[in-house]
Each structure stands twice: as C-alpha cells, then as structure tokens.
C-alpha cells in the first residue's frame, strides 16, 4: 500500500502502542516500526493520516499539545507540511480494498 510512497521521515509518529498480535507489518519507518498494518486479507490500518494536509496538521498539533508532551514529543519538533504523496497512499489503499 505505501510501496514506493513514503520515505522514512515521511510518517510522523505522534503516539505510542505497538502491533495487534497476527497483524502483519505492510510498512515501517524509523519513526514507526508498526506504520501500515493487515490484520485479514480486506482489513488494515495505518499509524499516520495520508488525509491530513498542512493546515489540519497543524491544528492536530495545537490539540494535542499537552499529550504530545506527555509523550515526550516537543511540538515544536513535529512536521506540519502538505504531503503530495498521500493522494497516492489513499488511491492505492481504495484500489486494493474494492478489489
């Protein structure tokens, strides 16, 4: 799904947890070793927002500003920039699920 996509510093992680037990690791970064997952052959999930552009990133960065701290994150430090090559995640995840 993120094949080719996203490059290592692409994905911002802004919480902690780790994979679902059976859950196979489709992608991983430095930043979030469980970053895509499937969980059966039409159910998965991701650790980060391919929807989210600059702007909604910055007000999730806003919102979150005491439990990113709680988390040891310095907002400060997390990225809000418009990422083209989320259009491209969200296409391939839509074309993989209708198949």
């Given amino acids: 799904m993120t094949r080719g996509v996203l490059a ?8 902690s947890g780790g994979a679902t037990v059976g859950a196979r690791v489709l992608a991983a970064t430095e930043r ?3 970053a895509a997952l499937r969980f059966a052959e039409r159910a998965w999930g991701v650790q980060f927002h391919p929807e989210f552009d600059a702007d909604v990133m910055r007000g999730y960065i806003e919102a979150r500003e005491a439990a990113l701290r709680a988390e040891g994150i310095e907002p400060a430090t997390v990225p809000a920039k418009d990422a083209p090559e989320a259009e ?4 391939t995840f839509a074309q993989l699920a209708l198949r």
């Fill in 8 to 15: 290592p510093s692409d994905v911002t992680r802004t919480s």
């Fill in 88 to 91: 491209r995640v969200l296409r």
């Fill in 32 to 34: 979030e070793p469980h």
